[in-house]
Structure formats: C-alpha cells, structure tokens
C-alpha cells in the first residue's frame, strides 16, 4: 500500500496533519499535540511519516560518537526534585574530583579512542569561577586534539554568579580557555510554572534561551534536550518543541535534539509524593510517539534526532532509528546521572555493538564528531569491522569505575572548606 492510500484510510484531521507535513509545511505546537493522542492505525502512519522525514532531511546514516562523560561532583546547592544524582554538602556520599583527576579521566578516555570528553556536574558551594575555567584550560593545554563539550547552562548559570560577572563576559573566558560545545541540557521542559514545580531552584526559562542564544551567537554551538514523561502534557511537549524550533531558526547553533525520557525508580520528583500527578516515566508507546512528534516539528532546521540508549536500551533505540531517528550518542564509558535515577542500561556502549545496532535497523553506521562531521563511514560487512580499544572490555564498572564505587571513594570524598580548614586547625 502506498503512503498516499495509507493517509487516505486514517481519520480526516490527523490525515490532514501529516500531509501538511510531508508537503513541507510547518506543523504548529497544537496541531502536533494532537498527535500524541493517536493509536492504531494513525498511530503507525505517524511513525511512517516521521521515517520517511528522516529518510528525506538525514538519509540512511546513523551516526555515533565515542566520548566519555565525566561528572566531577554530585555535591549540588540545588533541589530539583526530579534529580537522585546529586549530594548535600553533607552526604557521605558526596565526591569531587581534582583537576589531575579529571585529566587523568580524559586522557584515559582517548586512549581508547575517544574523540570528545563531555563534562557536566554538580553546583559544589566551594567551587569558584577560576575552577570552571581551569578545567577547561588544562584539558586544552594536554589533550589539545579532544572536542571538549562542557557545562549546562544551569552550571553557566551558577559560574557567572560565583564570579559576579555576565553570562556573555564567562562564555568568551572558557572559549578562550578552549570549550568548544556546550550540552544543552537543564530544559527539562521549557514552562516556568513547570520548573517551579519539578525544580523550584533551577535557572528560568528566560535565563536557560539568554545562556543559549548568547553561546551561539559566540559561535559555541549546543545540543538541545527535552525531559518528558513526568507531570508534563502533550501541548507542553510541543510548545518545548516550538521554542528550540525557533531559537533554532534565528541561530542555527544546536547540534542535534534529544528527548530524554523521565526514570523514575530513584528519583524523589516519583518516590516523595510531594508532587500530584508523577507519571512513572513514559510509556513505550509514547517514547515512539515523542521521537517520531520530534522529527516532524523540527524538520529540516535540526537534522539530528538522537536517542538516549542509557534511558530506552538499546532494543528499543534499535526500534526508534525507523521512527525519525538518526544518532545514537555515545559510547560514554561513565554515565552516573540516568545511573543514579535508576535506569539499568549499564555506563559503556562499545563501538561494535553500536554498529551492529545500526547495521539491524538497516542503515549505515557512521562515527562522526562532536558536530557531526563523518570521520568514519562503515560500508564493509561486520567481520571487517576494526577490533578497537573500547570493544575489548569486558566490565566497564572494572574498567572505568561505577557511581556506586566513586560515591564511596575516600579519596575524593567532599569536605566543604569549612570544615576542612578546621580539621587543619585541629591538627
């Protein structure tokens, strides 16, 4: 059956929406919320539609990016109370590395074939500005070939503050310093009244676009990210959508888009009961239904759909690569934040088994860079694939340390500065 006969036997108005789409017309935020309410048949001409986009706007290319993540500190000064990562100042369970420590880290990272060190973390209260941009700094100076793709806005946010300095003055000092990207991560979703809800003390809206827009218009290009399935509605989810769109449209800056589903197992947004409502977590159905919405919302303007296989596992990131999906992500080698809420999809990806992912969905495995730039295409069957460092480990918690086991580390235990100058004192 033909996709024209195909959108000729589903009901009119959802007809209507998708044709539009295929005909290049942009889909607005209300018109695509009533695609979250699809089921049957309309439901499968939604998934069709977006792969046949996908098809058009990215070809039968799926990339990936061996990368390693390194979270620094789970010690944080906010609350949001969809977070089970972070740590009081207080916790026992509170770490924070030293530079040589997050060094060491990235230079294990590329000797094993890692070509970006992504770094995200806690707000520490001891930090201070300087920390931010030393990081940066003596990473560039020893690993000067490492895409470095660093700090939320949230922690761009909390840095200028340390330093009493604006947004734009601190961006232009850690360019400097060498960042490159930047995660566009600290969204969720994008509604104020949301934030107060599921984090009453994070960044705004308003500050999350200023910190976003003023990176691109520095040339530091962003992801954008998209956290759903907690107390959000479907015409949330499109206004979110709408917004990274048209931000999108005035600064080509972002990189890709990635929908990252709510784990809710660890998290006290679920377990507390302090909030109405809390979903646990999407449903399958409405992952496929997010990813697919995605793909005809954003269309041409952002080519690059990836999926988390840290939050939806990999058979389910193999279904969603004919959904409107073209990337998988990373190899990661540490994943500590999805980890701490409680998803179970393990910290490493290696190389082979992504490939092998791409190869099932029938499409071409790439390994691209940071902004997507192919750096190698495999077009040769599977047997010819290269044996590489990361495809010979065997446990990666061994390899390259687990969450659980640097929470415990008593060498990177958290001592706020206070109480470190007294026990010094003392002694």
Request: aromatic share 6%.
């Amino acid at each position: 059956m033909s996709l024209g006969a195909v959108l000729s036997s589903l009901e009119p108005s959802i007809a209507r929406i998708l044709e539009s789409r295929l005909e290049g017309q942009e889909l607005d935020a209300e018109d695509a919320a009533l695609l979250f309410e699809v089921t049957g048949r309309e439901f499968l001409a939604l998934l069709l539609v977006a792969d046949v986009l996908r098809a058009r706007e990215a070809g039968d290319e799926v990339s990936y990016v061996v990368n390693r993540n390194i979270n620094f500190t789970n010690v944080c000064v906010k609350t949001c109370r969809f977070c089970a990562f972070a740590r009081g100042v207080r916790s026992e369970q509170g770490y924070l590395l030293p530079k040589e420590e997050i060094l060491r880290r990235a230079q294990e990272a590329v000797r094993y074939g890692a070509t970006e060190v992504c770094i995200q973390a806690g707000l520490a209260p001891d930090l201070k500005v300087e920390d931010y941009i030393e990081i940066v700094r003596l990473l560039r100076e020893e690993l000067p070939q490492v895409h470095l793709h660093v700090y939320s806005p949230e922690e761009i946010r909390y840095a200028a503050d340390l330093g009493r300095m604006p947004v734009k003055e601190l961006l232009i000092a850690l360019k400097e310093a060498g960042l490159d990207t930047m995660p566009g991560t600290s969204a969720e979703i994008l509604d104020d009244r949301l934030r107060k809800t599921i984090a009453p003390t994070r960044l705004s809206t308003a500050e999350w676009i200023e910190i976003i827009e003023t990176a691109h218009e520095l040339g530091i290009r962003t992801s954008s990210t998209m956290m759903f399935g907690h107390i959000e509605t479907a015409l949330d989810r499109t206004r979110h959508l709408a917004l990274l769109r048209s931000i999108q449209k005035n600064t080509g800056g972002f990189t890709e888009f990635v929908p990252l589903s709510f784990v809710h197992e660890e998290s006290p947004l679920f377990l507390k009961g302090e909030v109405k409502g809390v979903a646990p977590g999407p449903s399958g159905h409405d992952v496929m239904r997010v990813y697919a919405i995605s793909r005809l919302m954003l269309g041409e303007s952002m080519r690059n759909i990836q999926v988390s296989w840290v939050k939806e596992g990999l058979r389910m990131s193999e279904q969603l690569l004919s959904m409107g999906v073209n990337d998988l992500g990373g190899t990661l080698m540490n994943e500590s934040i999805s980890t701490a809420a409680g998803a179970s999809h393990g910290q490493l990806m290696r190389p082979s088994t992504l490939r092998h992912t791409i190869r099932r969905a029938g499409k071409i495995p790439i390994e691209r860079n940071t902004r997507y730039e192919t750096l190698r295409r495999f077009d040769h069957p599977p047997e010819e694939d290269p044996n590489e460092p990361l495809d010979r480990i065997s446990d990666p918690d061994e390899a390259f340390g687990s969450y659980e086991a640097l929470a415990r580390d008593e060498r990177f235990r958290y001592e706020p500065r206070s109480v470190k100058r007294r026990r010094l004192q003392l002694a």
